[in-house]
């Protein structure tokens, strides 16, 4: 079982991808389960925690980001209430000129509170892409409740080269911090960065399941994704 937990689709102003040739992709290169993780929006197709979407499995998600020490961090939630956090952020779509601006005033606090209060997982996204001490940030994320991070991402995808801490080291925090692991390809779609590049990594389905039980959306025993 694959799952690539980091995916956009034009519902992020950078990327034109639509959900229904995601899910195509997905089926062609062997991924279940994909999270719809727009930036700033909640794409419009998806209207619970977890939907299934021909032979794959759709997870909502949002990625928000904010400014920590002169640095953009990004942090996505996983499992969430489509219509909760679209109170929050919109649900703009490519093209449509709506833009939510969740700049440099909004915290990591605010931006983890919102993703709790629509039930999702909180994750801090790509870690290795950052400049700033990780130790001193994660204190400070976990201190404001963040429930996890991305252990595996495809780095050598991503617009800029990394990572700047290596991934045994942040798998090393993962286990230090008691983080849940996840993981994605930050798959933007065709022509972003030579992409796509869908399911270039990503987590299975025991690192799947500790995410699930973790979101309040979710009653673990209804819920937990049934993979083709
Ligand atoms: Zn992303």
Redesign the pocket.
Known sequence: MHADL?T?SAASSDSTFRLQDRVSLAAEVGVDVVGV?D?TAVSPRLSAPISAAGDCVLIAGV?LNCTVDGDRI?ILGLFIEPEVMRDRVGSETHGSGITVDDGPDLTPSQLIGWIHEAGGVAVL?HPGRYRLDLVALLEELVAVGLDGIETDYAYDMAPVTGPHTPEAEIRELADRFELLSSGGS?CHGPGYNDGPYMGADGVGKAALAALCERATSTDAERDTPVVP
């Open positions: 980091h956009h993780t930036h990625e990004d996204a930050d």
